[in-house]
């Protein structure tokens, strides 16, 4: 049996200038090309090039809901390693929602939470790490034969991050020494950083 075609927004729900959508699965230029007219003229959506926007826009019965830039990610060299349409819109959402549910009468199915995340997975297109960093503060993975596997990365995780921020310490102080300012101005700058580090790193 083919792999479903899922569909769902790839920008947080609010108020913004531009929203996106995500596309991904077997059908999903075939799908997308039955709402979406270039504004090239001559140019079918079958036929646009992959790995560039192109300008046009979502029709659905004769009606223009919005013109959006459409890239096409041809597999596997796409998030989910299949065939997959990112289209940016309108931020208003209740734009997104009416391109959503055209997507969804074209053939497309509403994505579960996280499925984009899976199918990335299970295509190699990322390791178990990556994609439980994805998922942070969420329950995913329950299975206990990966609870040590989680745990060890969370771990790791701490430690890079506190890496970071000692690294960014560090650079600070190098340039405040090398800088031609007075001793009074180096301390009371190298105090206040320090302290900054200090409450980050708690």
């Given at each position: 049996?083919?792999?479903?075609?899922?569909?769902?927004?790839?920008?947080?729900?609010?108020?913004?200038?531009?929203?996106?959508?995500?596309?991904?699965?077997?059908?999903?230029?075939?799908?997308?090309?039955?709402?979406?007219?270039?504004?090239?003229?001559?140019?079918?959506?079958?036929?646009?090039?992959?790995?560039?926007?192109?300008?046009?826009?979502?029709?659905?019965?004769?009606?223009?809901?919005?013109?959006?830039?459409?890239?096409?990610?041809?597999?596997?060299?796409?998030?989910?390693?299949?065939?997959?349409?990112?289209?940016f819109c309108h931020g208003n959402?209740?734009?997104?929602?009416?391109?959503?549910?055209?997507?969804?009468?074209?053939?497309?199915?509403?994505?579960?939470?996280?499925?984009?995340?899976?199918?990335?997975?299970?295509?190699?297109?990322?390791?178990?790490?990556?994609?439980?960093?994805?998922?942070?503060?969420r329950v995913v993975f329950v299975?206990?034969?990966?609870?040590?596997?989680?745990?060890?990365?969370?771990?790791?995780?701490?430690?890079?991050?506190?890496?970071?921020?000692?690294?960014?310490?560090?650079?600070?102080?190098?340039?405040?020494?090398?800088?031609?300012?007075?001793?009074?101005?180096?301390?009371?700058?190298?105090?206040?950083?320090?302290?900054?580090?200090?409450?980050?790193?708690?």
């Amino acid at each position: 049996m083919e792999l479903e075609t899922i569909v769902a927004p790839a920008t947080p729900k609010g108020r913004s200038a531009i929203a996106g959508i995500r596309v991904s699965g077997p059908q999903g230029l075939a799908i997308v090309g039955r709402l979406f007219s270039p504004v090239a003229s001559g140019r079918q959506c079958q036929d646009i090039p992959p790995f560039r926007p192109i300008l046009g826009r979502i029709v659905d019965n004769g009606e223009i809901i919005d013109e959006v830039i459409l890239v096409y990610y041809r597999a596997p060299k796409s998030y989910t390693r299949e065939d997959m349409v990112e289209i940016f819109c309108h931020g208003n959402w209740i734009i997104v929602e009416k391109i959503i549910n055209c997507l969804i009468k074209a053939g497309a199915r509403l994505a579960e939470p996280g499925e984009f995340t899976m199918r990335a997975l299970l295509n190699g297109r990322i390791d178990l790490p990556q994609a439980q960093l994805k998922f942070r503060g969420r329950v995913v993975f329950v299975d206990p034969e990966v609870e040590s596997t989680n745990k060890t990365f969370l771990v790791r995780a701490e430690v890079e991050n506190k890496g970071q921020i000692l690294r960014k310490g560090l650079t600070t102080a190098m340039v405040i020494f090398l800088s031609p300012a007075t001793k009074q101005e180096k301390m009371r700058v190298a105090e206040a950083s320090n302290h900054r580090r200090a409450v980050q790193t708690r």
